[in-house]
């Protein structure tokens, strides 16, 4: 298999917001990312995803861009930055930002002009229509919005305050291009390029037998026909002139659509996230993963992409609550749960991403009433839910297990006040649990998740297994054990995680095995406790499924 730096590289997401803030206002900032980047390399860190920091009106915390040449005061400035990048290359990691294309701000100087005068140059920078069509809102609510001064609507797939670009007009793609390559001339190492699936739009009304006013309408909006010329020359005048690494946010792909996106022939990106497993957990209350679904999902993936391309694995980020309170058990299997989950996605195929605060077990936070969330997207459904009839406290626990808020307090470093993130009252509220869950508490216990997390990259990294061996999926006969073979020319290696809160009897004692690493103690070759985790290096030549 071709080698590459991007496939040996475990990748940090920082959302700057809530990582670290250096002086003193409540908010992160690139200069706290910078002060922190000895932990970072320390974890055993290669690359760094930075979220939005460009400048912003922050209507969905900075996915919302009102210049994208320019850094968001609140974050820094420009040289903060040039520092920042500096920083990073000295350590010898890289750093990657976000690419917001599909949408800018409303408050972004094209769109003030396209909504100045349906005759303005720019008017056709972004989608006007007469009449709306029936689509609804990523976001909630109607995708269309009515603009009083030119008498037309706009589009709308995020928020309000996120107008899309129309990707059709060449001028606004070469802009777009121009830009692009203005940061990679900065020295920037890549891109996890956002909501890139809805650039092409599919302009008709879903057929809507109940005539709603809007109604879900993805196949209008995402991964449409005829998306993969605009990839193509988003791909030939930017990425493919650099040796950059780029993933594509991808909802809407599948599996069997990857050969256009990510293969080595055909890709326009080294790797996707997907949004397969996102269905597997019930969000409306919290009652773990569907194990069976999640092995056949994430084994299609590993499956398909061997030797197709390459995959991104991910369990968190900043727009899903956090795992161990979701899939996991934050309570009585905290930390047996955090390790045993972050197992099993971590040795597959792919390049594994870590979102912050992942690698110290970090959970939900207890939000009890609408004002202590933040998120626009929360904000929507509140709002449209309501609309719909559905009683305040049903909303509200629906809003408790899923706002993607839960994943944006922050960082929890010590156990000082707001822990160690800020000297004062942060943006957004600290999650009491700092007190005993921060890092600093973690660094020196061999047995937390954060230690967990520093073997699992240390094995990734030293035995060439884990990054380009092959996947199988192994059947241990029992629904909540994932079990897993990496296999090369030299080596084979054993995954197997028992995802349940109870223990099951299960025989796991290879023959002439090794044991690299274990979330218990002590090993009982007949069962696996609840949430327990172990990798095997194993001969060559052990048949599982056999
Ligand atoms: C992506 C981002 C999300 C944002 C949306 C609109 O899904 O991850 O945070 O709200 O795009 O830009």
């Known amino acids: 298999m071709n080698k590459k ?28 990312i910078t002060s ?16 939005p920091m460009y400048k912003s009106p922050n209507d969905d915390n900075g996915y919302d861009i009102s210049d994208y040449q320019a850094i968001l005061e609140d974050f820094g400035t420009m040289e903060d930055f040039d520092r920042l990048l500096e920083e990073v290359h000295t350590r010898g990691m890289k750093l990657i930002i976000d690419l917001v294309i599909n949408h800018t701000s409303d408050e972004h100087p094209w769109f003030v002009e396209s909504r100045s005068s349906r005759h303005n140059p720019k008017r056709d920078w972004y989608v006007w229509r007469d009449e709306p069509l029936n689509w609804e809102s990523i976001f909630g609510g109607p995708a269309w919005e009515y603009d009083e ?14 107008p899309d670009l129309n990707w059709e007009n060449p001028e606004v793609r ?20 956002d909501a890139i699936s809805h650039i092409k739009k599919e302009y ?7 005539g709603h006013l809007f109604v879900p309408s993805w196949e209008k909006m995402m991964n449409v026909d005829g998306i993969q010329p605009l990839l193509q020359e988003l791909y030939d005048e ?29 890709g326009k990106f080294n790797m996707i996230f997907q949004f397969e497993d996102i269905g597997l957990w019930n969000t409306e209350v919290r009652n773990g993963v569907n194990v069976p679904e999640l092995k056949t999902v994430l084994s299609k993936w590993q499956e398909k992409v061997n030797g197709n391309g390459w995959n991104a694995l991910f369990i968190e980020n900043h727009d899903r609550p956090r795992i161990v309170s979701t899939w996991g058990n934050d309570q009585s299997y905290w930390r047996e749960s955090a390790t045993a989950l972050g197992c099993m996605y971590f040795f597959m195929q792919g390049t594994p ?5 992942q690698e110290i077990g970090m959970t939900n936070a207890p939000f009890e009433e609408l004002d202590h969330f933040d998120d626009v997207h929360t904000h929507n459904l509140y709002f449209h ?6 009683e305040h406290d049903a909303i509200m626990t629906v809003l408790r297990a899923t706002s993607r808020d839960h994943s944006r307090t922050p960082m929890q470093w010590n156990s000082s006040n707001h822990a160690g993130f800020s000297d004062v009252l942060p943006w957004m509220g600290v999650n009491p649990n700092y007190e005993w869950l921060n890092v600093e508490a973690q660094e020196n216990d061999p047995h937390s998740v954060l230690s967990f997390y520093k073997q699992m990259i240390w094995l990734r990294k030293n035995m060439d297994v884990f990054v380009y061996g092959d996947y199988q999926l192994v059947d241990m006969n029992h629904d909540s054990v994932f079990a897993y073979t990496r296999e090369n020319e030299d080596d084979k290696v054993l995954v197997v995680t028992n995802l349940a809160q109870h223990a099951v009897l299960c025989a796991v004692d290879p023959e002439d095995s090794t044991l690299l690493l274990a979330n218990h103690q002590s090993i009982d070759p007949a069962q696996l406790l609840p949430y327990e985790a172990r990798v095997y290096k194993i001969p060559k030549d052990t048949n599982l499924n056999g």
Not at 204 to 210: F, G, I, K, Q, R
């Open 238 to 266: 930017t990425f493919s002139k650099h040796d950059i690494m780029t993933v594509g946010e991808a909802n809407g792909v599948s599996a069997d659509e990857i050969h256009d996106w990510v293969s080595p022939e055909n």
């Open 204 to 210: 008709s009304n879903v057929p809507d037998l109940d």
């Open 5 to 32: 730096w991007w496939k040996e590289a475990v990748v940090y997401q920082v959302y700057p917001r809530s990582f670290m803030d250096s002086d003193g206002n409540g908010l992160g900032d690139i200069n706290g």
């Open 353 to 357: 991403f870590i979102y912050q605060g």
């Open 385 to 390: 839910k309501k609309e719909s009839g559905m």
């Open 36 to 51: 922190k980047l000895d932990y970072l390399k320390e974890l055993g860190i290669d690359v760094i995803w930075v979220c």
């Open 149 to 162: 001064k030119t008498g037309q609507y706009y589009l709308h797939v995020f928020s309000k305050k996120q």
């Open 174 to 193: 070469n802009e777009l291009f121009k830009m692009i390559n203005w940061w990679v001339a900065k020295g920037i190492d890549g891109f996890r390029v």
